[in-house]
């Protein structure tokens, strides 16, 4: 939010006195609007790679729990036939 009020407060001083400077510093406060846009896209790829692995993690550790139980259901269930 800091960038965008830095770009109205330019457009403010800029406006009614154009000079050539004022390109270069049009030109310097869109370049490192972009670079925080840039990094703030990198920050957030970089979360929902995190959140896809771990995503994939806990689905790991929750079919491992289901087969678990499921290969104790079914050795629960021969041991009552065989003791029938």
Request: proline share 1%; with cysteine.
């Amino acid at each position: 939010m800091a960038d965008l009020r830095h770009w109205k407060k330019l457009l403010k001083e800029e406006k009614l006195r154009w000079q050539p400077q004022s390109d270069e510093k049009l030109f310097t406060t869109i370049e490192s609007f972009a670079d925080s846009i840039l990094e703030k896209c990198r920050n957030i790829s970089d979360k929902i790679s995190k959140l896809h692995h771990e995503t994939n993690s806990a689905l790991v550790d929750l079919n491992i729990a289901y087969n678990t139980i499921e290969n104790l259901s079914y050795a629960q269930f021969v041991a009552n036939v065989l003791y029938k």
